[in-house]
């Protein structure tokens, strides 16, 4: 049975990744991840090339956006800052942004090393047990 032009389900267990180091990585001039289903093979293309235990943190302007797969925030003097404009505005992170959790800002890649720590989060990964990556483990 077709529904809806689906041609193929696939299930893959989660297993969530051990993450010691992010890679900025500047987009390509004009790519859009607006829907989690598209474009997923340029990061797959990226991820290929990185370094083990290190994951692509994306760039967009030289403004921070998100992971291959996470969104981010960013950890400073007792408040946490999201990017204003994520690749793709997550539910956990539009949930966060509602409690007053995260607060929505422009971050610079030449602002990373004024924080304190980068957050990795996804549905999958609560905010709560969020990775925390060092911001001197960001390599430009």
């Known amino acids: 049975m077709m529904l809806m032009g689906l041609r193929?389900?696939?299930?893959?267990?989660?297993?969530?990744?051990e993450i010691q180091y992010l890679q900025v990585i500047a987009l390509p001039q004009g790519f859009d991840y607006s829907y989690k289903y598209v474009q997923r093979s340029y990061f797959e293309e990226v991820t290929k090339c990185l370094p083990p235990f290190t994951e692509a943190l994306f760039t967009?302007?030289?403004?921070l956006t998100?992971?291959?797969?996470?969104?981010?925030?960013?950890?400073?003097?007792?408040?946490?800052?999201?990017?204003e404009q994520?690749?793709?505005?997550?539910?956990?992170?539009?949930?966060?942004?509602?409690k007053g959790i995260l607060k929505?800002?422009?971050?610079?890649q030449n602002e990373i090393q004024a924080f304190e720590t980068i957050l990795l989060?996804?549905?999958?990964?609560?905010?709560e047990n969020a990775?925390?990556?060092?911001?001197?483990?960001?390599v430009a």
């Open 8 to 17: 193929e389900v696939s299930c893959q267990p989660y297993h969530r990744r």
């Open 60 to 63: 967009r302007d030289s403004y």
């Open 66 to 83: 998100d992971t291959t797969y996470t969104n981010i925030a960013v950890y400073k003097a007792g408040c946490y800052y999201t990017p």
């Open 86 to 98: 994520p690749l793709l505005a997550g539910t956990q992170r539009t949930t966060l942004l509602e």
């Open 104 to 108: 929505p800002s422009n971050i610079h």
């Open 121 to 127: 989060f996804n549905a999958l990964i609560p905010f």
């Open 131 to 138: 990775i925390r990556i060092p911001t001197d483990a960001v």
